[in-house]
T-cell receptor
């Protein structure tokens, strides 16, 4: 299994450009999520999905869109990039591993995004 | 006030020392996770706790639900343990899998 994969690893955008961060998992997990990590702050939830066709907003959804057409893929779209969206983005998936493991979390390697 | 607080923020230890990282939370939880973020950025799950204590190798995690507190201990620390350790909680009644994260504790173990 490849686990959770993200592309690209690095990206530089100009203000106003749009782009899509890709996330895929091959573990058949129903739950997927996007987080951003900023210096001095904990990871913050942007959007999440509990299954194909179902998405919902997290703590910091503004400026981002998501869709979940398949169990495997959960892309994150930046509609019009702003410098405030400079961050490291992590995609994660999880499944219920029973009472012992709970919702075991699997993270992608991250995408480092810079918006100029 | 952050819902999940970790202490210390930074920790430097000598190889072989016993290390404790603390996590306090202010919300009702269904589970607490300890994660490790490597210097290269990757995040891996270490433990999930809903009660009591778990041990994996040199790592021990405990949780006290009544006091809303958890600790991560590393015995016989090694330079390869240098990483950021992150505490995260699943808010009771929240959507399955949604986590609230602490800011992390950066551990550096010197040889």
């Amino acid at each position: 299994n490849a686990g959770v994969t993200q592309t690209p690893k690095f990206q530089v955008l100009k203000t106003g450009q749009s782009m899509t961060l890709q996330c895929a998992q091959d573990m058949n997990h129903e739950y997927m999520s996007w987080y951003r990590q900023d210096p001095g702050m904990g990871l913050r939830l942007i959007h999440y999905s509990v299954g194909a066709g179902i998405t919902d907003q997290g703590e910091v959804p503004n400026g981002y869109n998501v869709s979940r057409s398949t169990t495997e893929d959960f892309p994150l779209r930046l509609l019009s990039a702003a410098p405030s969206q400079t961050s490291v983005y992590f995609c994660a998936s999880s499944y219920w591993g029973g009472a012992e493991k709970g919702n075991e979390q699997f993270f992608g390697p991250g995408t480092r995004l810079t918006v100029l | 006030k952050n819902e999940v607080e970790q202490s210390p923020q930074n920790l430097t230890a000598q190889e072989g020392e016993f290390i404790t990282i603390n996590c306090s939370y202010s919300v009702g939880i269904s589970a607490l996770h300890w994660l490790q973020q490597h210097p290269g950025g990757g995040i891996v799950s270490l433990f999930m706790l809903s009660s009591g204590k778990k041990k994996h190798g040199r790592l021990i995690a405990t949780i006290n639900i009544q006091e809303k507190h958890s600790s991560l201990h590393i015995t016989a620390s090694h330079p390869r343990d240098s990483a950021v350790y992150i505490c995260a909680v699943e808010n009771y009644g929240g959507s399955q899998g949604n986590l609230i994260f602490g800011k992390g504790t950066k551990l550096s173990v010197k040889p």
